[in-house]
């Protein structure tokens, strides 16, 4: 059975989000900071052996009086994040437990998952190496200088990649060991720039990366629909994981 190691980035400085004392990864929603609704849709798996919240440095001692009796509770291991998005993620391999034979990186900031998703992202990794979850584009493209048109693109083709993003552990490792430049932005670049392939499978809309303030409420509507995690009591009464398959 294959096991898998999560990795939730939550290092990032939250610049667009709009609030000079909160970062968004601890924004309350719903009562509960964004992080934790997160991390719980990883918790009662039987094949997550493993969760990693990786965190700025600059916010160590805030989340220790804030969070450690969570962190205690939920069993998850915290680590220290660095400059890039990339260099977080590192840190993060680096806890990897040596059972895991695929990890999973996910955006600590999308609380908005269903079973169903996550469950088809870990079965085509398990089948391909490197697999992520993505929605076709739907809106019409503009490419902009200047706040001025200056060109339409086609959105044939185009995917508006998500996470969770999950690879083969060892994949991942060599692909991480090969990389030159710190500059992308996510891991499934990382893998593509190593040579192997990456497997889209069908997301949705509703798994939103919170990045304004605005987005919170968005957030707390979704929530409402989606399943409970497993393991927290009966399912929303017409949200059952069916649906979202």
Known sequence: MAQFSVILPAAGSSRRFGDLYTK??????????????????????????QTILVIAAEDKELFQTKFAPDVAFLG?????????????VRRGLEAVAEKAT??????????????AWIDRVFQKAQETGAAVLAVPVADTLKRVQGHVIQQ?????GLWAAQTPQVFEK??????????????????AQVVELAGHPVEV??????????TTR??????????????RPRGQGPLHPFAGDELWR
């Not at 968004?24 to 991390?39: E, F, I, M, N, P």
């Not at 695929?102 to 079973?115: E, W």
């Not at 060892?170 to 891991?187: C, E, G, K, P, S």
């Not at 605005?214 to 399943?227: G, H, N, S, T």
């Open 214 to 227: 605005d987005d919170l409420k968005l957030a707390q509507a979704i929530l409402k629909v989606l399943p």
């Open 102 to 115: 695929h990890v999973c990186i996910h955006d600590a900031v999308r609380p908005c998952l269903a079973q």
């Open 24 to 49: 968004k990864q601890y924004a309350s929603l719903d009562g509960r900071a964004v992080w934790l609704h997160t991390v719980e849709r990883f918790l009662n798996r039987p094949d997550v052996v």
């Open 76 to 88: 998850v291991r915290v680590v220290t994040g660095g400059a890039s998005r990339a260099e977080s």
């Open 152 to 156: 339409t693109v086609s959105r044939q």
């Open 201 to 210: 499978v069908l997301g949705s809309p509703l798994n939103l990366k919170i």
């Open 170 to 187: 060892q994949l991942l490792l060599d692909a991480y060991a090969r990389l030159q430049n710190a500059d992308v932005t996510d891991d």
